[in-house]
């Protein structure tokens, strides 16, 4: 007698729960895990990005250039940034064509993405910046600003300047051998009186700019 009323009082919970599915019961709420936040990201994963999404515009595309922006809202920092702009360029199509890597929305009609912008035309280097092989980018932002603090040079100058914001350039010059990507200390190239070039094929650093 026991076992049987054992047996009827386990099976309790499981019939009271299929009478109140049948009566209409709402089933227990699920918690829904928060949106994550957009994260920056290192030059070089976003320039993969832009570089993937270029391909079908020109099939002898190389890039030409690269760089950071901040956004309101999402910090940078370690050489990671919300916000990438690449140039890349097409002997045959004699035109160059710049694509944005957004990891959010944001101010000044930036959609979350990436997005390519119009056209332009393109008769060869521009200056003293010249377009160089893909396979020539090996090494990361991150990387690059690891180099660049490790310096004599950029200890003495974030020491007296602790607050200066960094952000990052990639560019081919004639004096150099490879690509290098550019630490910049300022808000910009016209404004600022610091920067250090790393080697983007070798991790090397080059020379300081002041």
């Known amino acids: 007698m026991k076992a049987v009323f054992f047996l009827r009082a386990g099976l309790l919970p499981a019939a009271l729960s299929v009478f109140l599915s049948a009566c209409g019961a709402p089933p227990p709420p699920v918690k829904k895990e928060p949106a994550k936040a957009p994260e920056p990201v290192t030059g070089l994963k976003a320039f993969f990005q832009m570089y993937s999404a270029a391909r079908p515009w020109a099939a002898d595309l ?25 140039t890349f360029v097409s002997e045959t199509r004699r035109q160059s064509k710049t694509y944005t890597y ?25 200056g003293n910046q010249s377009p160089f092989p893909m396979q020539a980018l090996k090494k ?7 180099t660049a603090l490790a310096t004599k040079d950029a200890t003495e100058y974030v020491k007296k300047n602790p607050d ?29 009186n610091f920067s250090i070039y790393v080697d983007a094929s070798t991790g090397d650093y080059i020379k300081t700019m002041r």
């Open 62 to 86: 190389i890039p030409l250039g690269c760089h950071s922006q901040e956004m309101t809202g999402i910090p940078s920092g370690d050489g990671k940034y919300p916000l990438w702009n690449c």
């Open 102 to 126: 957004a990891v959010a929305n944001g101010d000044g009609g930036i959609n979350k993405g990436i997005y390519g912008r119009n056209e332009e035309s393109y008769s060869g280097p521009r």
């Open 140 to 146: 990361d932002t991150d990387e690059a600003l690891k």
């Open 164 to 192: 200066k914001p960094v952000f990052f350039m990639l560019e081919k010059t004639k004096e150099l051998q490879n690509p290098a990507w550019r630490v910049v200390w300022g808000n910009s190239i016209s404004t600022s």
